[in-house]
């Protein structure tokens, strides 16, 4: 368990200094098309219709003027360099090799939340041989962006893909970020749970989680560990665990369902040990 405790901090700490999140494109970046029957023009607005292209398109994005990217096509030796809208292209792509599904996620606008934030309305498209199979739209936590993580069902009932969203906190002391886990069936994209975690230097609070592939691992369960104590800076960057709680999951083929939390015992005083 400290292993897991060790992993999951260094890699909370590393994704909310990393804001780095999907801002510009680079020129000969590979990007796929997040929307059906998109216009290739030969130039931007009212150019001569190139191509019409079906989602999950590979491109090559080799500029941006006002709106308009500029790629290149590829299919076969056939090889279109045109235009069209920038906001068809899936901000972050994941393609699964043994299934061959290609995850397409892009930022659709930005809502205010109830609490008054300015938060990314996310859309997600699973997508095979350039044909779509689902999509699901679900908003972010925070004014920032997100980050995507795609693995397999990892023997889970009926699940192929586990589907992660990350929407990171911003500072310390700013809302906790949340990652939404959703699972794809092959038929739709199943909203799973949402765990939060959260640091205000040096109190953090982060969650692990048991998948039943993993070590310790039971049967269509999901064991999730969340643990809240604070980062001892001169104790040699040690994290000291100050409380755990720990929440058994079930999965039935449909839906998570809590089977009970186990909290752990707290520590005797030194008069009731007396």
Request: proline share 4%.
């Amino acid at each position: 368990m400290k292993y897991i405790l060790i992993t999951f901090y260094l890699l909370f700490f590393i994704t909310i200094s990393s804001q780095d999140y999907i801002e510009y494109r680079e020129v000969g970046e590979r990007v796929w098309l997040s929307a059906d029957n998109v216009n290739l023009r030969s130039t931007p607005k009212d150019g001569k219709i190139l191509e019409n292209l079906p989602i999950g398109s590979e491109l090559t994005f080799q500029s941006l003027e006002n709106g308009w990217a500029q790629v290149v096509y590829k299919h076969g030796k056939k090889k279109v360099k045109g235009y069209l809208l920038e906001e068809f292209l899936s901000d972050q792509a994941s393609y699964d090799e043994k299934t061959q599904n290609l995850f397409l996620f892009r930022t659709l606008s930005l809502e205010k939340n109830k609490y008054g934030r300015d938060v990314p309305k996310v859309e997600i498209r699973v997508a095979k041989n350039n044909k779509e199979l689902a999509k699901k739209i679900i908003y972010g936590d925070n004014e920032g962006g997100f980050y995507v993580n795609v693995t397999g069902g990892k023997e889970l009932k009926s699940v192929q893909n586990i589907i992660s969203i990350n929407f990171p906190q911003e500072c310390c002391a700013c809302p906790g970020g949340g990652t939404d886990y959703l699972f794809w069936n092959g038929k739709e994209i199943i909203n799973a749970f949402t765990i939060y975690d959260g640091v205000d230097a040096p109190v953090f609070g982060i969650n692990a989680l048991i998948f039943p592939d993993d070590h310790g691992g039971s049967p269509n369960t999901i064991i999730m560990v969340y643990y809240q104590g604070e980062y001892d800076y001169d104790g040699g960057s040690v994290s000291v665990i100050e409380q755990s709680e720990t929440e058994i999951h079930h999965w039935d083929g449909q839906m998570l369902n809590k089977i009970y939390p186990i909290e752990k015992p707290k520590a005797e005083s030194k008069e009731e040990k007396e």
